[in-house]
């Protein structure tokens, strides 16, 4: 899953950083107003909906809830949309046969039913899933939703010539030969023209698998699986005005400036068991400096960020220091991480990263990264805490969180002896320009691995051209980026949705790759597909833990921390919690005002 953050936060500094981890780490102690300042201004308290609902009774119907953000979507297109935010944001307006609930937490990752009547009847040793939808459910001029919608909202993934850009697990689990070319091409009358979706009327749907995979109800529950009505499909356009049957509709969209959702009155809640639409409208409004956007949410004028990738240093100090009830501090997902290309020499020699690792001062990450509060716990393998399988710190096979949490200089030399490196080598970081806290955390590393005998140059390249510069493994030699630093957060919660594009050697592309450390492993391989056939959950649990562990053991990656977030809660927010189900996102959907205008 892709967050991002905009031009807004690039003026940060590695001591401003630093100054700002300084405070944090005092507000974590108790810095800062009291944990209960809401008697004063009717906030709900520090951490008040980090896993647990804040102000569930008092939501009201009616009002107008305020979105403000740094960045926009990179498409409100249901198939197009990969960023976090636009998949939370999306199901005001979009339902899926099956979606996430509406519980904070770890529940909220599991999967309900939502336009199906209940969860897949799995048949065919988990080959063949059937759904019945539920009646009632209807678009924005009141037509029913059927299961042709849904196969043909479905479909619209193959058309990746016109629809680039999401996530394509769909058109890889039920058609992995590529045979369909997509509805703009399907020559058969109806444009639904994919056999592994099979639809006898309109209200049941088959998805037949030509192999089982254990997470495929999950992949269900992506944006990209909601319905698309043929005769409102725009193709490209589409994204500008999506078509409604969810509770809320597009009233108006100015692409970066501002989004207006208004109620779908066709909507009906009786067809519906996952959202209350509370609001009467949803605003967004997108700011093109950060620091903007976080002075109007203190002042109250907006509700909460859309984004929900943290405060910038500016907003997050004078909130801890003011409003510190307002906050809350959830875990995000995401890893936070530096990794080794095993193309680029020394690092083809597992002792050689090693090395690094063992030279790196984890503490001195962290608080470049923002601290242990803006930043995380120190990450100490591969696997975000919110993956079923994980183990958190628990698992620290180099003891980044213990013994050698500031550099074990000692062992980084004896490493490097090992690798035939004893006077250390010379290489390269490559780190985005638009991430201040990567940049801070290159400066970190260059300078704890000095200490050793490694020479680092930092590169800072253009954040946008990501998938071109560090996607190209091509690039990658060329450039001698000995080591890359990027973050990842799961497309959904399991090792597969986080860890396939990362570890898998079939993931290995020329443009667009993330396996950067270019992972050609049997084992890892082997362990995929056993679990993408292992239906019960504890032996799907148990062989995560043995991937992270396969991963750990081939010294691929320097982890940096299990990332945090200080995301703002507007005091007039009511049913407020944060879920695993959008990477310790707040749930948008069913979010109310407790006093409405």
Not at 459 to 470: A, N
Not at 509 to 529: T, V, Y
Not at 586 to 594: A, H, R, S, T, W
Request: proline share 5%; hydrophobic share 35%.
């Amino acid at each position: 899953m892709t967050t991002q953050r905009t031009s807004g936060r690039r003026k940060q500094a590695w001591a401003a950083v630093a100054a700002v981890a300084a405070l944090l780490t005092t507000a974590a102690c108790g810095g800062g107003d009291s944990d209960n300042e809401g008697s004063k201004n009717g906030a709900a308290g520090f951490d008040a909906a980090n896993n647990k609902v804040a102000q569930a009774s008092l939501a009201k119907k009616g009002g107008t809830l305020k979105f403000g953000g740094a960045q926009d979507a990179d498409s409100w297109d249901t198939t197009r949309g990969y960023y976090g935010f636009m998949w939370n944001f999306s199901r005001y307006y979009s339902r899926q046969l099956v979606t996430n609930k509406t519980e904070p937490g770890a529940p909220g990752a599991e999967v309900t039913p939502d336009l199906a009547t209940g969860l897949g009847k799995v048949t065919d040793d988990g080959k063949t899933y059937t759904y019945t939808l539920r009646d009632g459910a209807t678009w924005e001029d009141g037509k029913p939703v059927t299961s042709k919608d849904v196969k043909y909202g479905i479909e619209r993934v193959w058309a990746q010539d016109v629809l680039s850009g999401g996530p394509v697990y769909l058109k890889d689990v039920l058609d992995p030969k590529g045979e369909y070319k997509g509805p703009y091409k399907d020559t058969s009358k109806d444009k639904l023209g994919l056999k592994a979706i099979e639809t006898p009327d309109d209200k049941t749907i088959v998805f037949k698998l030509p192999q089982a995979n254990s997470d495929f109800e999950e992949m269900l529950a992506l944006t990209s699986a909601s319905p698309v009505r043929q005769d409102k499909d725009t193709k490209s356009k589409y994204g500008l005005h999506p078509f409604s049957s969810g509770p809320y509709k597009f009233e108006s969209y100015n692409p970066g400036k501002d989004l207006t959702l208004v109620r779908n009155t066709e909507w009906k809640q009786a067809s519906d068991p996952i959202r209350k639409a509370y609001p009467d409208k949803i605003t967004v409004k997108f700011f093109s400096n950060a620091n903007d956007l976080d002075a109007r949410l203190i002042n109250g004028d907006i509700d909460l960020d859309i984004n929900q990738t943290g405060m910038s240093p500016q907003g997050r100090t004078t909130a801890l220091k003011q409003h510190k009830a307002n906050l809350d501090n959830p875990v995000s997902g995401y890893v936070r991480y530096a990794v080794f290309p095993q193309s680029v020499k020394p690092f083809d020699n597992i002792e050689c990263r090693k090395a690094v690792i063992y030279g790196a001062d984890h503490v001195s990450l962290q608080t470049a990264r923002g601290g242990p509060v803006a930043g995380g716990d120190i990450g100490t393998n591969m696997l975000p805490p919110s993956i079923p399988g994980a183990e958190g710190q628990k698992y620290d096979p180099y003891e980044l969180a213990g013994a050698n949490k500031n550099g074990n200089v000692a062992k980084a030399k004896e490493a490097l002896k090992a690798c035939g490196q004893p006077n250390g080598f010379k290489t390269t970081i490559a780190v985005r320009n638009n991430k201040p806290a990567e940049v801070a955390t290159a400066q970190s590393l260059q300078a704890s691995l000095k200490k050793v005998g490694i020479t680092v140059d930092i590169d800072q390249y253009d954040g946008s051209q990501s998938s071109g510069i560090i996607g190209s493994p091509s690039n990658v030699v060329k450039k001698g980026y000995g080591i890359i630093i990027m973050g990842w957060g799961p497309d959904f919660p399991s090792v597969q949705g986080f860890g396939l594009p990362l570890w898998d050697s079939k993931y290995i592309l020329e443009s667009a790759n993330n396996n950067f450390a270019l992972i050609k492993d049997k084992a890892i391989d082997g362990l995929f597909e056993d679990y993408v056939t292992t239906l019960d959950d504890a032996g799907k649990e148990k062989i995560s833990t043995e991937i992270n562990h396969k991963v750990m053991e081939g010294a691929y990656y320097l982890p940096f921390v299990f990332e945090k977030f200080v995301n703002w809660r507007g005091t007039n927010l009511a049913n407020v919690y944060t879920t695993d189900g959008y990477s310790g996102m707040y749930d948008f959907v069913n979010l109310g005002l407790k006093s409405p205008k």
